[in-house]
């Protein structure tokens, strides 16, 4: 994946924040700044099904002690697969259509940002699969302790999200004010901040995880902090 990289002004971070997924953002402007170095993906080159209209092949066809292949594969192939070809039939006809007024086009524009957003996350969540346990490095990690307090506190209080989410648990950063939110959505397009990035994105739809864990969410929730890829997360992987 061909990357660029672009200057952000950051507040209060204090630290310089390591190489991460930031896509497409203006530089912030608050005064008394951090210049931080980010990742920015090049949209023209990078592999996105928002981009290419494929699915991106699954990195890991199983991650042993987690989630089995016939998880994965369904959800990739179904549900990831089944986003993208949404969006991508709402955004051809949208397109094709750009003058149409119709009760039914409120619907469409609101269902392709929610299909754009499942492409999107699904594509974090996947890429950033680990099948042994590592933790956040560096600035990352000094932001993470400064923010949460401590690793620990962060992986609580990620795991508390999860719980509460019927959609996605969401680790974000904001270019704004530089900060980190975990964010709970029961959807794929609700409970943004706006311009803010995911870095980690968990699924908690049942999709997610019923054929391993049937109705225990809970533990998967819990397996899943444990299956972070830091690395794929500082550099940007999707
Ligand atoms: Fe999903």
Do not use: C
């Amino acid at each position: 994946m061909n990357s660029s990289r672009r200057k952000f002004l950051l507040t209060s971070s204090g630290a310089a924040l390591g190489t991460f997924y930031a896509t497409g953002l203006a530089a912030a402007t608050e005064a008394n700044g951090t210049e931080v170095e980010f990742t920015e993906l090049d949209p023209t080159t990078v592999a996105s099904g928002l981009s290419t209209g494929s699915p991106i092949p699954l990195r890991q066809k199983s991650i042993p002690g987690f989630l089995s292949e016939k998880q994965l594969g369904i959800h990739h192939k179904s549900h990831y697969g089944g986003a993208l070809r949404g969006y991508s039939a709402l955004d051809a006809r949208l397109q094709s259509e750009a003058t149409f007024a119709s009760d039914a086009l409120g619907s469409m524009l609101r269902a392709r940002v929610s299909k754009g957003n499942s492409v999107v996350l699904h594509e974090i969540y996947f890429a950033r699969l680990s099948e042994k346990a590592n933790k956040p490095e560096g600035d990352l990690a000094a932001m993470i302790r400064k923010r949460f307090g401590s690793f620990d506190k962060w992986e609580a209080d990620f795991i508390a999200a999860g719980k509460s989410a019927a959609g996605w648990a969401l680790l974000v950063h904001h270019p704004i004010n530089g900060k980190l939110y975990n964010v709970a959505s029961d959807e794929h397009a609700v409970s943004v901040l706006w311009m803010a990035s995911p870095l980690v994105a968990m699924d908690t739809y049942e999709h997610a995880f019923y054929v391993d864990y049937e109705n225990r969410k809970a533990q998967y929730v819990e397996k899943f902090v444990e299956h972070i890829d830091w690395q794929a997360v500082q550099s940007g992987s999707i």
